[in-house]
C-alpha cells in the first residue's frame, strides 16, 4: 500500500517549492518504505512513496506511458492487469507493474476509462501535453484519498490527510467510486452499480453462486511478489478468507516463491475469545499460526500515536484500530508486507448484531447500502490506515466489485435473521460454505455468533479504554463539550478523551468535518438505532450494546455486578477467564 502526493497548478515552483513536496510526501514513508518518487513539470508534482508487492525490482513510481507525456501515481492493486495488458498489444510496457495500464489506458480510452480497472486503488494522472489531470478512487474506498485546495488556486491530492493539511486552506474526502477531471473542475462518480440506488432486489439466494464468487475473490488477491499471510481472529469473514486461501494457496504463483502453507496471524488479550478460536481455525486448516498478545496498557499507551496515522476521533474505530496497529508491527517484524483481511462482510450480509432488529426486507437492504456507501469512513479506513503505519498492505475480497454485486443482488429476505427457521446473522453466507463433503470451517465457527474485533480481542479492552477516559475527562469538561466541541459533540469521556488527541494533530475545522457522527449501536447507522427504542438509552458502538442479542451483552454484565454488589461482594476475572465485567453505561 503506498502513499501518494499531488500538487498541480502552484503558483510558485521553486526549488524551495519542490523541497516542500518532498518534505510532506516523507509524512507518507511509513506507507511505502521501499521507495521514493518524484515527478516535476512546471507547477506541477507528483510524488510517490512505494510499498513493493507486484514487481519490486522495476515498478517503482511515477509511471509512464512511452513518450513520458503521461505521468501517474497510483495507491492500489489492480488484479485484472493481466487481462487489460491484452487489450494493450500496441503499447510498449517497461514495468511489470500492475499499476504501468493505468497511463496506457488513459491513451486508448481518454478520462472514461476507471470502469474497467478492477482493484483497490487511488491514483492522479497528469497529461504533460495540455497540462489537463484526473484524480479517482476505487468504488468502495478501499485506498484512502483526500482532495483540498490552496489559496495560490492550487488542488492537491494526498493518500492521508497529513500530507495536505497544514498547507491546504480547505480539504476533504475524496468519495470513492468518483473521479476528478480538471477538464470539468468537478468531480463525478463513475461507479454506478445496481445496488447504489436502493432498489430491493428479488434474485433468488443461490449458495454455489455467492460460493463461487467468493473464491474467485479471494484467488485473484493472491497476487503478489513478496510475502503474505492472512488475519485471522476466528471469526466467520476472517477464517473464510483464510478456508478458501489455504485451499488454493498451492495453486497459487504466489506459492511458487513463499511454499503452500499459509500464513496466519491473530492478536488479543490473554484469554480472549478471538485467540482461542483463531488457534481452532489455524490447528484445522494447517496454517503456519502466529499468535500475538498485547496488555490493555500497552494499547493505551499507543492511542495517541494509532489516531495520528488514522486520522480520526471515531471511538469505535479507534478501539478496533489499536489492536491491528500492534498486530501489523509484529506482522511486519516477520517480513511479511500483505495481508488478507475479512472487512466488509458484516455490511453486505447485515451481520452486525443490529440486524437482529430490522422490521423486513426493505430496511434491512438499505441499511446495507448505507453501511457500504460509508465503509470508507469506518472499516477500509481502519484496515487500510493501521496496517499501512507499519508498510502493511492489506486486502479485502469481500469489497471485490462482482461479489458485491452479486452478494447485493439477492433477495434481501434471505437476509433476515429468522430464529424460526434456524437463521442467525450472515445465515446466506455460512450456509453457502456449509459443506458437509469438502467442509471448509467446523460447523461452530461456521455458525459462530457475530463479535466485533475491538470486542473479540477481549472484553477487558473497551472496559480499559473507558476506565482511562473516566481518568483523564472531567464530568464538568464533558458537561462543556459543545462550547469546545460543537461539531460532532463528543457524547461520552471516551469520544471526548479521542477527540482532544485528534485535535492535537489536525487542529482544523477542515479536518474534524472529516469525521462522521450521529448515535450509533453496535456500529448501526443512526437511521437503524430507530429499530428498538431500548437502544437510545445506550448509544455504544460496541456489539455488547445490542441488548438482547450479544450472548455477553452490556445488560447481563451490569445485572451480575449489581448482584455482586447487593451481595456485598467482588469479582475480579481470572487472567485467562472470559470476563463479562463492563463499566458504567
Known amino acids: 500500500m503506498c502513499g501518494i502526493l499531488a500538487v498541480l497548478g502552484c503558483v510558485d515552483n521553486s526549488q524551495a517549492k519542490r523541497s516542500r513536496i518532498i518534505e510532506l510526501s516523507r509524512r507518507l514513508r511509513h506507507r511505502g518504505p521501499d521507495w521514493s518518487g518524484l515527478h516535476c513539470h512546471q507547477d506541477c508534482y507528483l510524488a510517490h512513496q512505494r510499498l513493493a508487492i507486484v514487481d519490486p525490482t522495476s515498478g517503482d513510481q511515477p509511471l509512464y506511458n512511452e513518450d513520458k507525456t503521461v505521468v501517474v501515481t497510483v495507491n492500489g492493486e489492480i488484479y485484472n492487469h493481466k487481462q487489460l495488458r491484452e487489450k494493450l498489444t500496441s503499447h510498449q510496457f517497461r514495468t511489470g507493474s500492475d499499476c504501468e495500464v493505468i497511463a496506457h489506458l488513459y491513451e486508448e480510452y481518454g478520462e472514461d476509462f476507471v470502469d474497467m480497472l478492477d482493484g483497490m486503488f487511488s491514483f492522479v494522472l497528469l497529461d504533460t501535453r495540455d497540462k489537463s489531470f484526473i484524480a479517482a478512487r476505487d468504488g468502495i474506498g478501499i485506498t484512502p484519498l483526500y482532495i483540498g485546495w490552496g489559496l495560490d488556486g492550487s488542488i492537491w491530492f494526498a493518500s ?231 508498510g502493511v498492505e492489506a486486502r479485502v475480497p469481500f469489497l471485490d466489485k462482482e461479489f458485491i454485486n452479486i452478494a447485493m443482488n439477492i433477495d434481501p429476505e434471505w437476509k433476515m435473521v429468522r430464529p424460526d427457521l434456524g437463521r442467525i446473522e450472515k445465515w446466506v453466507l455460512r450456509n453457502a460454505f456449509d459443506d458437509d463433503q469438502k467442509p471448509y470451517l467446523p460447523k461452530h465457527i461456521l455458525y459462530r455468533q457475530k463479535e466485533q474485533f475491538s470486542d473479540g480481542v477481549g472484553y477487558r479492552w473497551i472496559d480499559g479504554l473507558k476506565d482511562h477516559a473516566n481518568e483523564h475527562v472531567t464530568d464538568a469538561m464533558l458537561l462543556n463539550a459543545n462550547f469546545i466541541y460543537p ?53 455504544d458502538p460496541s456489539g455488547r450494546a445490542a441488548l438482547g442479542v450479544h450472548e455477553c451483552a452490556y445488560e447481563e454484565a451490569v445485572d451480575a455486578k449489581n448482584a455482586n454488589l447487593i451481595n456485598g461482594t467482588t469479582q475480579k476475572p481470572q487472567e485467562g477467564k472470559l470476563e463479562k465485567t463492563t463499566t458504567a453505561i
Not at 459533540?489 to 482544523?508: D, M, N, Q, S, V
Not at 477542515?510 to 437511521?527: E, I
Open 160 to 390: 492521508e490527510m497529513k500530507a495536505l493539511s497544514d498547507d491546504c486552506e480547505r480539504f476533504m474526502s475524496f468519495l470513492p467510486g468518483h473521479y476528478y477531471s480538471s477538464k470539468r473542475g468537478e468531480l463525478r462518480r463513475w461507479y454506478n452499480p445496481p445496488w447504489y440506488s436502493e432498489h430491493i432486489p428479488s434474485t433468488p439466494y443461490d449458495p454455489l453462486v455467492l460460493r463461487e464468487a467468493f473464491e474467485k475473490a479471494v484467488i485473484k488477491r493472491l497476487m503478489t511478489d513478496v510475502p503474505f499471510g492472512v488475519l485471522l481472529s476466528g471469526g466467520l469473514d476472517s477464517s473464510l478468507v483464510a478456508s478458501v486461501a489455504s485451499r488454493y494457496m498451492l495453486q497459487s504463483e504466489a506459492a511458487c516463491q513463499w511454499g503452500s502453507q499459509l500464513h496466519t496471524f491473530c492478536i488479543g488479550l490473554k484469554g480472549s475469545p478471538d485467540l482461542k478460536a483463531a488457534r481452532e481455525v489455524a490447528n484445522y486448516l494447517g496454517t503456519r499460526h502466529h499468535e500475538f498478545h498485547f496488555t490493555v496498557q500497552e494499547g493505551l499507551d499507543a492511542l495517541e500515536e494509532v489516531i495520528y496515522h488514522i486520522e480520526t476521533y471515531d471511538v469505535t474505530t479507534i478501539r478496533a484500530s489499536t489492536p491491528m496497529f500492534l498486530m501489523s508491527r509484529k506482522i511486519k517484524s516477520l517480513g511479511v508486507k500483505m495481508v488478507l483481511s475479512g472487512e466488509g462482510s458484516d455490511e453486505i450480509f447485515g451481520g452486525y448484531l443490529y440486524f437482529h432488529k430490522a422490521p423486513n426486507k426493505e430496511e434491512l437492504h438499505q441499511e446495507t447500502c448505507r453501511k457500504i456507501k460509508a465503509l470508507h469512513l469506518y472499516d477500509c479506513l481502519r484496515a487500510n490506515k493501521a496496517t499501512s503505519a507499519w
Open 487 to 539: 461539531e460532532n459533540t463528543p457524547t461520552t469521556k471516551e469520544g471526548y478523551y479521542y477527540r482532544a488527541i485528534f485535535e492535537k494533530f489536525f487542529p482544523k475545522n477542515a479536518a474534524r468535518s472529516t469525521v462522521p457522527g450521529g448515535p450509533s449501536v453496535a456500529c448501526s447507522t443512526a437511521k437503524a438505532v430507530e429499530w428498538d427504542a431500548a437502544w437510545s438509552k445506550n448509544p
